[in-house]
């Protein structure tokens, strides 16, 4: 090992970096994990908030209550469940941006103030910088250079890496995200929330091309995504046929033909990402990276190129805070350390990545 390589300093060290509580409360899950040498998980938790499956969405106000009354119980069985002391642990690490800034803040203050007490280093996290390297806790260390596909409720990401903290951003949606595109659309058939499941499963039974829906951006160059003009399609057909419920046969319909539109635009931007930068690795992460279709036909893209597709298991794709453990090590090994200025910022681009 070499000071140069970065990927495997979390791996091999009595550092700060060797057994760090990350914090991750950036949306609607509050998520606790113990990680030993950057690799080996010791406790994981996520507690989901169903409460927003009342109201259609995540409200922001219920989420940020939520992570301020789950957080102190979840750290604390965290740590019994690792069979770790506070005394034995040598860093944090915390979800800081990007995310709802009620939420986030919430994570945040509470590791400053566990890193105070404790005198414990702390390092902040960048949300959507975890998920790129959210295959590397059971995938372990990816050849480079890589291409990562973030695709979230908030998030579609296209990123060449080529190292932890060397991204260069090949994409982005121009406005509504993919699960957003599920959630929105299922919301619309008169389905459950989150969407993207339910529509998954549902498209698994219809006819993939019973309606031609348009597959947005393919007709431009360029890596970038777009899906609101898919949903209004959605929108479009669905309006002669009035308001749901809607007979099976056409949810079904709507869903195989909606999700092959989806894929088939996050594949085909797949390939050209591939083909542009050589890539030796495709890595995913976010909740839309546990979808069936994505994966089957990201596997056909990726094996006979001789790509490795890194999918992480649906724990890992959703947001955790392994993958923040597993950045926050790292870079608790690199020497970096949050002050007490750390904030929470809810937008990418005041995140501290190079985007654009
Ligand atoms: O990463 P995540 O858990 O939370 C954030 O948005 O940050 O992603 C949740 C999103 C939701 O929009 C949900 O509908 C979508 O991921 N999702 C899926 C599937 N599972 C979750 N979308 C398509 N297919 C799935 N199987
Ligand atoms: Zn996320």
């Known amino acids: 090992m070499t000071s140069a390589d970065p990927e495997r300093a979390g791996a091999e060290v009595g550092g700060a970096g060797a057994l760090v509580l990350a914090i991750e409360t950036s949306c609607d899950d509050t998520s606790v994990a113990v990680l030993e040498h950057g690799t080996r998980l010791r406790s994981h938790l996520i507690a989901a908030q169903d409460v927003h499956r009342l109201y259609g969405g995540v409200v922001p106000e219920l989420a940020s209550r939520a992570h301020l009354e789950l957080l102190p119980a979840l750290v604390e069985r965290a740590l019994v469940e690792a069979e770790v002391t506070t005394g034995e642990l040598t860093g944090l690490a915390v979800t800081h941006a990007p995310g709802l800034v009620g939420s986030l803040v919430v994570g945040v203050a509470f590791a400053k103030a566990w ?8 390092v902040g996290v960048n949300h ?24 979230s409720g908030g998030h579609t990401e296209l990123v060449e890496v080529r ?8 994409g982005a ?10 959630d929105k659309v299922a919301k619309r058939l008169g389905l459950g929330f989150p969407g993207g ?7 698994a039974q219809g006819r993939a091309d019973a309606f031609d829906l348009p597959r947005p951006m393919l007709d431009r160059p360029g890596l970038d995504f777009s899906f609101s003009g898919l949903k209004t399609a959605v929108g479009n057909l669905l309006r002669p046929r009035g308001e749901p419920p809607y007979p099976d046969a056409l949810v079904r319909d709507v869903a195989a033909s909606f999700q092959a539109a989806v894929v088939g635009s996050l594949v085909a931007k797949c390939a050209r990402a591939l ?3 050589g890539a030796r690795a495709l890595s995913l992460g976010g909740g839309v990276a546990c979808n069936r279709q994505l994966r089957n036909d990201l596997e056909a893209l990726c094996g006979p190129r001789g790509v490795a597709l890194r999918v992480p298991s649906p724990r890992l794709c959703a947001d955790n805070a392994a993958m923040i453990a597993w950045v926050g090590a790292r870079r608790l090994e690199r020497g970096e350390r949050a002050g007490a200025d750390l904030d929470a910022a809810a937008s990418l681009e005041d ?3 190079p985007i654009g």
């Not at 890193?115 to 702390?122: G, S, T, V, Y």
């Not at 499941?197 to 498209?203: E, M």
């Open 351 to 353: 995140s501290g990545l």
């Open 115 to 122: 890193a105070m007490a404790l005198e414990l280093p702390l």
């Open 275 to 277: 083909d542009q930068t």
């Open 163 to 170: 190292g932890l903290g060397e991204y260069r951003w090949l």
């Open 128 to 151: 959507i910088e975890a998920h790129l390297h959210s295959s590397s806790l059971e995938h372990g260390d990816s050849p480079w250079p890589a291409v990562a596909l973030v695709v």
């Open 173 to 182: 949606t121009l406005d509504d995200a993919a699960g957003e595109a599920y």
């Open 197 to 203: 499941p339910i529509l998954d499963r549902l498209a």
